[in-house]
C-alpha cells in the first residue's frame, strides 16, 4: 500500500513538473508580449514636456466658450444702444409736396347782337407741406432709465458669468496639470518596478529549472510582476486622462498623436 502511494505520489510529481514547465513557456511568451506593449506607450508618455501654466490658461482664454460669451455680450450692447435711441419713435416728421396745373375757361356774354367771348387760362402750381409731431408715451417715457439700466445689467452679469466660468476652467487645468505631473513621476517609479519585477521572475525561473527554488516562490516572483505591470498599466491610463482632459480644457496640444 505505501508502494502505492509513492508511485501514486511521483506520477504527481511529475505531472506538476510538466504542467510548470509548460507554465513557464507560456509565462515567458507573456513577459515578451507585455514588454512590447508598455515601451510603445511609454515612450511618448515619458517624452511629455509640459509647457508653463500661463499657456494652458491662455488657451483657455481664447476658447469656444470665451467666444460664445463675447458674441452674446456683442448682441446686448447692440440691444442696449437701441434702447438708448428709442426716444426717437416719439418724434414722427412729415412731407408733402404736389404739383399741377390750374385752368379757368370762361364764355363773357357782352351783348345780343354779339359772339360769346371765350377765354382759357391757366398756370402751373406746386404746394409744399412739412410738419412734425410728438407722440410721448408717459409709461415709456417713465421706465426709459429702469430698461436702460436693466440693459447694462445683463451686460455686466454676461461679464461675471464668463470671468467665474474661466476661473472655473483655471482650477481645472490646475487641478489636470498637476495631476500630469504627479502621474509622470509615478510612471517612471513604475517602469522601474515592473523592470525589477520582470527581472527577479527571469532568474526564478532559471533557479527553478535548476532546482535553486521551489514552486511557491515561483508563484511569488510571477505575482510581483503581473502587479507590477498592473499598476504600470494603471498610471498609464490615468495619465493619458489627465493629458486628454488638459487638452480639451485649454485647447493646448500636448502630445501628438
Do not use: H
Not at 125 to 144: C, E
Not at 181 to 207: H, R, T
Amino acid at each position: 500500500m505505501k508502494k502505492v502511494r509513492d508511485l501514486l505520489f511521483a506520477a504527481f510529481c511529475n505531472i506538476i513538473s510538466l504542467f510548470i514547465v509548460f507554465n513557464l513557456i507560456s509565462t515567458k511568451s507573456y513577459s515578451q508580449e507585455m514588454v512590447p506593449v508598455m515601451d510603445t506607450t511609454v515612450t511618448s508618455l515619458l517624452g511629455v514636456d509640459l509647457p508653463p501654466l500661463q499657456v494652458f490658461f491662455d488657451g483657455a482664454r481664447n476658447s469656444a466658450m470665451v467666444e460664445f460669451y463675447n458674441y452674446r455680450m456683442e448682441g446686448q450692447e447692440l440691444t442696449l444702444k437701441t434702447e438708448k435711441r428709442k426716444w426717437q419713435e416719439y418724434v414722427n416728421f412729415f412731407a408733402t409736396y404736389q404739383y399741377g396745373i390750374m385752368a379757368m375757361n370762361t364764355n363773357t356774354d357782352i351783348g345780343f347782337n354779339y359772339p360769346l367771348v371765350n377765354q382759357y387760362t391757366s398756370s402751373e402750381q406746386s404746394w409744399y407741406n412739412f410738419g412734425a409731431s410728438i407722440r410721448v408715451p408717459l409709461d415709456q417715457l417713465f421706465d426709459r432709465r429702469n430698461r436702460i439700466r436693466r440693459q447694462q445689467l445683463k451686460i455686466l452679469e454676461t461679464t461675471k458669468e464668463r470671468e467665474l466660468w474661466y476661473d472655473e476652467q483655471k482650477f481645472r487645468i490646475i487641478e489636470e496639470y498637476t495631476k500630469v505631473l504627479e502621474m509622470s513621476n509615478n510612471l517612471k517609479y513604475a517602469i522601474e518596478m515592473f523592470s525589477l519585477a520582470d527581472a527577479q521572475y527571469i532568474v526564478a525561473q532559471k533557479d527553478y529549472i535548476i532546482g535553486s527554488t521551489s514552486a511557491q516562490g515561483l508563484n511569488n516572483a510571477k505575482g510581483q510582476q503581473v502587479q507590477a505591470f498592473l499598476q504600470l498599466e494603471r498610471i498609464k491610463a490615468e495619465l493619458t486622462a489627465s493629458i486628454l482632459k488638459l487638452e480639451v480644457l485649454s485647447g493646448v496640444k500636448i502630445i501628438n498623436r
